[in-house]
DNA sequence: CTGAAAGCGCTAACAA
DNA sequence: TTGTTAGCGCTTTCAG
């Protein structure tokens, strides 16, 4: 392995004054600067990151930490927040949660004892516990695709109840009365989304139906076998909206299953726009986030507190998009 | 901060005592033991990891490298790769190339410098020197989704070739001649995967044509574009072939637009399996790769290699499945 | 069985 | 403008 003693060796200067070229240039002779450029070239030397981590307090390494990187959703997001960290020339550790707050928890401690600059944090509703524990470990946090009471962390997220208002609203405009819903019962997003969809029910003089609104674990399976009881009940909604893409790819099944015809016996929507929800037949209505602004956007917060502390929390709201397709157009039927 | 200093202070004893306690637990007597323990619980200690990296010349962080996250494949691998990795209390880095050769090699400088216990890597086909780069850098490294030539590297792949004859073969057994394909050609597996359909072609006596036989960027939208040249041209296959799951997207939305029946105008498969391949209208044909174990077999690989670099490199093949839906089977046509 | 002491590779005062 | 020095928090000989 190649150190700083070798470079300083090599350019006949001392340690300190290669760690100076290095770091900033500043105070040093043009000369020195390139003996010791020079000599980082012949050597191929490389900082070592773990050293100046530990002497100087300071890493280039977040961590991202969120349910399950195979929900197309946080794919995206983790796409875009690597893409940002790389241009920054931050590592970042990903972290897969499964919405269990004990992974969750360990994670944050492995954060904690590789000295991560900061952490980027998708919470499950139960993630209270955890964010204090950031906080308290003094870790820069922003949290995304949720709201936090507290004040004064950095937040990221999208119009979750509004774009869940609007969708139903939508659906309501094509025909539909009897809208069912399944929801993500792990995270926050989905009591917000909850919320929107209630909200146009009600003022459009719709009772809420208990049966018809269902939290489930967010995953393809339970999106499957609480489609196929909505569908095999004689209290059959004509319309279902699942709140991400894992539960949307269950209920398509269950209506594959049934041969429901859609969007004429069953209007369907759902939130995350992925490649394959355009080509559906017929293509699905969706409401699609903006993840790519939504990564970016939370490593620039991130940055900024890590760069200084002191800097007040921002808290930014990502307006999401309504795509409407075939899905809930009823026959012939136009808005 | 509470360090090592901390807890000995609290337990009464020296710093390398607890060290000990710590690491092993051995030439300890029980009372000491205790007592640290006491210590590390009360004072919530956590060891600093990049203390530990630092003088141990160890680290618990292993990097890996992909094209691109959002290429299911991809995922899944990553999602794996990451629970074994949990499993064995490491963290892991992800990092997305998009098959560019300087961004691996900065990712690869990367790496070093965090001096990571080890890499995966899934190589594009330019990696040859990447793969030396981490040799001569002397980090333990696996290759995963590609045969490495260097006899003393890990490597676990699929039978690239072995599949892609089957999937071809499968075609031709329903009925389709003019088979085309659109291959990935940043990744060596689409190399495999050619010979794989060109083998098959031969075997029963199809002329190959080069003009139905394409290398693209792996992109849905080079799927797309070379997708609707093939079916606006005079030359127009009766099956297609797209080698991963993004080219399949594309694909999939060319068909859509010119209307195309399938699988009765045209035959149509892909490799890799998603929640959407078989709810697609016709379901499509795949091949379904082991992600999971792919992923498990690299980290297990890799940590033989980290624990006793002497260890012998082994090469695992791992089978992928075949899996027969509706989108190439021809109009009442049986196999 | 336990402690003292020497660094891992680097940064940041402080001197010169 | 440059060099000397003292650690960052931990592991690991080497004595005791």
Redesign the interface.
């Known amino acids: 392995m190649v150190g700083i003693k070798d470079v300083a060796k090599a350019a006949g200067v001392s340690i300190s004054t290669v760690s100076r070229v290095l770091s900033n240039g500043e105070y040093v002779s043009d000369d020195v600067k390139e003996r010791v450029h020079a000599a980082v070239e012949a050597l191929q030397y490389?900082?070592?990151?773990?050293?100046q981590?530990?002497r100087s307090q300071k890493?280039?390494?977040i961590g991202l930490i969120v349910a399950?990187?195979?929900n197309p959703f946080f794919?995206?997001v983790?796409?875009y927040v690597?893409?940002a960290a790389?241009e920054n020339?931050i590592?970042?550790?990903?972290?897969?949660t499964d919405e269990k707050a004990d992974?969750e928890s360990q994670y944050i401690?492995?954060m904690?004892?590789?000295?991560v600059a900061g952490i980027i944090l998708a919470p499950t509703h139960q993630s209270h516990s955890s964010i204090n524990r950031i906080i308290n470990l003094h870790i820069p946090v922003v949290v995304i695709d949720r709201q936090v009471e507290n004040t004064s962390i950095d937040s990221v997220y999208i119009d979750n109840t509004a774009a869940a208002y609007k969708l139903t609203l939508h659906l309501l405009e094509n025909g539909y009365r009897k809208i069912s819903a399944i929801i993500g019962s792990g995270s926050t997003t989905g009591k917000l989304r909850y919320q929107g969809i209630i909200q146009a029910l009600y003022e459009n003089n719709i009772a809420a139906d208990k049966f018809l609104l269902r939290f489930v674990n967010a995953t393809?399976n339970e999106g499957y076998t609480s489609t196929l009881e909505l569908l095999d009940s004689d209290n059959r909604p004509d319309a279902l909206i699942a709140t991400n893409g894992?539960l949307a790819?269950g209920a398509?099944?269950a209506f594959?299953e049934r041969k429901i015809s859609i969007p004429d016996e069953m209007g369907f929507a759902c939130f995350d726009e992925?490649?394959?929800t355009?080509?559906?037949?017929p293509p699905i209505t969706v409401i699609s986030q903006p993840t790519q602004d939504l990564g970016r956007t939370a490593v620039e917060l991130l940055l900024n507190k890590i760069n200084d502390p002191s800097n007040a929390a921002r808290e930014v709201m990502l307006k999401s998009t309504l795509i409407p397709r075939e899905s809930t157009k009823r026959n012939g039927q136009e808005k």
């Open positions: 490389r900082p070592n990151r773990v050293a981590s530990l890493s280039q390494i399950d990187i195979q794919t995206a983790s796409r690597q893409d790389y020339g590592s970042v550790f990903l972290c897969n992974k401690d492995l904690h004892e590789e000295n393809l894992l790819a398509f099944r594959r992925t490649i394959w355009a080509l559906m037949d």
